[in-house]
């Protein structure tokens, strides 16, 4: 059975700085594209960054130069480090497992609140 298990969510200021994590079981890690999405009140659900088998990565355009998505395969994990944090950064995030970089997603995480407030 696929598990996705995310944590390092929290309250952080403006400007602050979090990482995420995505501990995976129950498939082969390696070989599958991982991927972080958000989804903030009253928004669709959107594809934050994910990154391939290879390490190639795809970033949305309003996290570029902000986020890094990496993956551990010895751990089995996938991070999201967030920089720069702002406010409209405020959402819960969700990781997924894809078979590219830009999806389909077929399993999901539960998911870890970010809150970007003073």
């Known amino acids: 059975q696929v598990q996705l298990v995310e944590s390092g969510g929290g309250l952080v200021q403006p400007g602050g700085s979090l990482r995420l994590s995505c501990a995976a079981s129950?498939?082969?890690?390696?070989?599958?594209?991982m991927a972080w999405h958000r989804q903030a009140p009253g928004k669709q659900r959107e594809l934050v960054a994910s990154?391939?088998?290879?390490?190639?990565?795809n970033y949305a355009d309003s996290v570029k130069g902000r986020f890094t998505i990496s993956r551990d395969y010895a751990k089995n994990t996938v991070y999201l480090e967030m920089n720069s944090l702002k406010a409209e950064d405020t959402a819960v995030y969700y990781c997924?497992?894809?078979?590219?970089?830009?999806?389909?997603?077929?399993?999901w995480g539960q998911g870890t609140q970010v809150t970007v407030s003073s």
């Open positions: 129950g498939t082969t890690f390696s070989i599958y594209t």
């Open positions: 997924a497992r894809g078979s590219s970089r830009y999806g389909p997603w077929d399993y």
């Open positions: 990154i391939t088998p290879y390490g190639y990565t």
